[in-house]
């Protein structure tokens, strides 16, 4: 299946996702009867996007369709899609830079990040890759999280940690909206550079083993990245506060580098 094919199907499944998730109300339509069920009809979208219900239908089916950005923003504001649920529906048509996916994600940093997650001492910082491999990280994130230094590298995944890692449930005393929180930013960076993301190896390892994560899934939620306050529950150093930062090498900005510092 081709990329651009993996990209259709993802945005149907977003639209039904999003379509499902909002009420008649909220859309400026009569409260449902007491034999309706949630969600918007694929007519009732069509009516207020301002196409048609047959032409929205094959949107949703996947089916090799062109549609026009204008089009695209009215979808979003029927549905009412936050700015980077907007952004993400656009990337998924090809209105966005979509940079080319990778076969696989590089396991190690290149030596220039590496030296500057170093120079970030007492900072915990790290490195990951498009599909959230971890690549590299310092000292003060090694004592934040010590299992980074000792897990398989197979396993060494921020979005498999961050759902799989009892010690990580421990540290983030927010855990149950945080991981649905990683999962949203997963989805929304992830889905443009790595085409179908139910077939990348970590989902579908997640889908297979952990219930949380194949409820969460299910929900399509996307969110963009913010820098904000992170809380850790550290078994010696006890309560920790950080502010939680992410940026990108210019010169490799398949790459992120994910900074906390005190707050």
Request: charged residues 20%; glycine residues 6%.
């Amino acid at each position: 299946m081709s990329t651009a094919a993996e990209r259709r199907r993802e945005l149907g499944s977003f639209l039904r996702a999003r379509r499902a998730a909002l009420d008649l109300v909220t859309v400026g339509l009569p409260p449902p009867g007491p034999r309706r069920r949630g969600g918007l009809r694929r007519e009732e979208v069509a009516t207020l996007s301002g196409v048609s219900a047959t032409w929205y239908t094959w949107l949703e089916q996947g089916r090799d369709i062109q549609p026009s950005r204008q089009v695209l923003d009215a979808l979003a504001r029927t549905l009412r899609l936050t700015s980077a649920e907007h952004a993400y529906l656009l990337s998924l048509a090809g209105y966005a830079p979509l940079p080319a996916a990778t076969a696989g994600a590089e396991r190690t940093a290149p030596g220039h990040v590496r030296r500057l997650l170093d120079a970030l001492a007492g900072f915990p910082a790290y490195a990951i890759a498009p599909d959230w491999t971890i690549t590299g990280w310092n000292s003060a994130y090694a004592t934040l999280y010590p299992n980074v230094a000792t897990v398989d590298p197979g396993e060494r995944n921020l979005l498999w940690l961050v759902f799989t890692d009892p010690y990580v449930r421990e540290l983030l005393p927010d855990w149950e909206t945080t991981s649905r929180r990683f999962l949203a930013e997963f989805r929304a960076e992830a889905g443009p550079r790595l085409g179908d993301l139910a077939r990348t190896p970590v989902v579908q390892r997640l889908l297979e083993t952990s219930e949380v994560f194949g409820a969460a899934w299910q929900d399509h939620h996307i969110e963009g990245f913010t820098s904000r306050e992170r809380l850790f529950h550290h078994p010696v150093a006890g309560v920790l506060r950080y502010e939680h930062h992410r940026l990108a090498p210019a010169d490799h900005p398949d790459l992120h580098v994910v900074i906390y510092t005190p707050a």
